[in-house]
Nanobody
Framework: QVQLVESGGGLVQAGGSLRLSCAAS????????MGWFRQAPGKEREFVAA????????YYAESVRGRGTISRDNAKNTVYLQMNSLKPEDTAVYYC????????????????WGQGTQGTVSS
């Protein structure tokens, strides 16, 4: 099993940046594709970004393309989400997730989830 803990959320002004981190337990982190999802109040959880087990392939939702960067450091068992040029509509609880196999935008395919970290963007 994999346990995930997000960090790095907080309050930021519109146009600013956040760097979210997700630390994974165990020695199997490198075997999993990783994803970031977010959920705003009153909305369904939505895909943000995903990265393959090797880090060689990345995928982004249209809403964050050009502003978000997902990366991973398997030696540190950590995946990151760098968000720039933040907008108020980026306000959400951000979750990292892990799945065996290839990357996916479908949250139902992910096996493990972190507790989430709140990112708030003020106008």
């Amino acid at each position: 099993q994999v346990q995930l803990v997000e960090s790095g959320g907080g309050l930021v002004q519109a146009g600013g940046s956040l760097r979210l981190s997700c630390a994974a337990s165990g020695r199997t982190f490198s075997s999993y594709a990783m994803g970031w999802f977010r959920q705003a109040p009153g909305k369904e959880r939505e895909f943000v970004a995903a990265i393959s087990w090797s880090g060689g392939s990345t995928y982004y939702a249209e809403s964050v393309r050009g502003r978000g960067t997902i990366s991973r450091d398997n030696a540190k068992n950590t995946v990151y989400l760098q968000m720039n040029s933040l907008k108020p509509e980026d306000t959400a609880v951000y979750y990292c997730a892990a799945k065996a196999g290839s990357s996916s935008w479908d949250l139902y395919e992910y096996d493990y989830w972190g507790q989430g970290t709140q990112g708030t963007v003020s106008s």
